[in-house]
C-alpha cells in the first residue's frame, strides 16, 4: 500500500510539473522573437527530433522503428497525428506571438469538451447527463464569444480542435509506443517539411536563427528540450495516476497561460471576454463534478466487488 501511495505521490509531481512548464509556454515562446511562428514551428521540429534521437540512440529503443515501417495502418495513423500537432504547435506560437494569448487559453480550456464532443461523433460514446450539460454550456460560450468579437473564435477552437483529434489518433495507436517513441515518429515524419519550410525562409532572408545573437540562438536550439520535457514527465504521470487526476491537472495549464497574457505579456481582457470565460469554466465545473462523481462511483464498485470474492 505505501509502495502505491508513493508512486501516486511520484506520478503527482511529475504531472504537476509538466501541466506548469507547459503553462509557462507562452513566456518561453515570447522569448523567440523576432522569429516568426513559421520559424519557430520547423524549429521545434527539427530540434525536438534532435533531442528525440539522441534519446533513442542512447536507450537503444530503436526496434519501434522497424515495426511501424512494418504497419502501414499505425504509420498512416502517427503521419496523421503528426500533422494534427504540427497544426496545434503552429497556431500557438501564432497566438503567443501576436498578442493573443488568450486565445490560446481558451483553447485549451475548451479541449476537454471537444474531446468529448468528437467522443460522441466519432466513436458513438454515450455521454452522462453532466456531459451533456457541460457540452452544453461549452457551445453557449462559444456562440457568446462569437456574437461579443464579431469574429468566429477560431483559434481557440483550432487549438482544442486539432489537440482533442491528435489524442484521438493516439488513441488509436493505444499502448504500442511509448510517448518518446510517439514523439521520435512524429518528428521524423514532419522533419523534411521543416526542412523545406527552413530552406524557404533562408532563401527569402526572413529567418533569425544565428542573426539576433547567441541568446535568441540557444533560445531557438532549446526548443527540442523545451519540447520533450513535459512530454515526458506528462508520461511518467499517466502511467501513475488515475484519469480523474491527470483531468484535474489538466487545467493548470490554460490558468497559467491566462495569467501569463494578463500579468507578464500586457493583453488586454475587456469585462465582456471574462464572461465568455467565466461561462467556459461553468462548463468545466459541472464535467469535474462529473468526473469525481464517476470516479467516486467506480471505486465504491470495485470495493463491494473486492469483498464480495472475499466473502
Not at 513566456?27 to 534521437?53: K, S
Not at 468528437?118 to 461549452?138: D, F, M, N, S, Y
Not at 540562438?217 to 506528462?234: E, K
Not at 497561460?257 to 471574462?274: D, K, N
Request: aromatic residues 10%; positive net charge; proline residues 4%.
Amino acid at each position: 500500500m505505501k509502495d502505491d501511495q508513493d508512486e501516486i505521490s511520484r506520478g503527482t509531481a511529475y504531472g504537476l510539473a509538466a501541466y506548469l512548464l507547459w503553462g509557462a509556454f507562452p513566456l518561453f515562446f515570447h522569448q523567440l522573437l523576432p522569429a516568426n511562428a513559421w520559424e519557430i514551428l520547423a524549429h521545434r521540429i527539427l530540434w525536438t527530433l534532435v533531442v528525440c534521437a539522441i534519446g533513442v540512440l542512447l536507450l537503444r529503443r530503436t526496434k519501434f522503428i522497424g515495426a511501424l515501417i512494418r504497419s502501414p495502418r499505425r504509420l498512416g495513423i502517427i503521419t496523421a497525428a503528426s500533422l494534427f500537432i504540427a497544426t496545434n504547435w503552429g497556431v500557438y506560437v501564432y497566438a503567443v506571438n501576436s498578442g493573443r494569448t488568450t486565445d490560446a487559453s481558451l483553447g485549451y480550456f475548451l479541449n476537454p469538451l471537444v474531446t468529448i464532443a468528437l467522443g460522441v461523433v466519432v466513436l458513438r460514446e454515450t455521454l452522462r447527463p453532466l456531459q451533456w450539460i457541460a457540452v452544453g454550456i461549452g457551445a453557449i460560450a462559444c456562440i457568446y464569444l462569437t456574437i461579443d468579437n464579431g469574429n468566429f473564435p477560431l483559434i481557440p477552437l483550432v487549438l482544442a480542435g486539432s489537440f482533442a483529434m491528435y489524442g484521438l489518433l493516439k488513441k488509436q495507436i493505444g499502448g504500442t509506443l511509448s510517448a518518446f517513441e510517439s514523439l521520435t515518429a512524429e518528428t521524423t515524419i514532419l522533419a523534411p517539411v521543416a526542412a523545406v519550410t527552413l530552406a524557404v525562409l533562408i532563401a527569402r532572408g526572413e529567418t533569425t536563427f544565428g542573426s539576433q545573437g547567441t541568446g535568441h540562438t540557444l533560445w531557438l536550439a532549446s526548443s527540442g528540450i523545451a519540447t520533450a520535457i513535459p512530454l515526458l514527465l506528462f508520461a511518467a504521470a499517466a502511467s501513475r495516476i488515475p484519469l480523474v487526476t491527470i483531468g484535474l491537472l489538466q487545467f493548470i495549464t490554460p490558468i497559467l497561460q491566462l495569467l501569463c497574457a494578463v500579468l507578464f505579456l500586457g493583453e488586454h481582457m475587456p469585462t465582456s471576454r471574462w464572461i465568455g470565460f467565466a461561462i467556459v469554466w461553468l462548463a468545466l465545473v459541472v464535467l469535474t463534478v462529473d468526473s469525481l462523481t464517476s470516479a467516486g462511483k467506480s471505486r465504491r464498485l470495485a470495493r463491494a466487488a473486492r469483498q464480495a470474492s472475499r466473502a
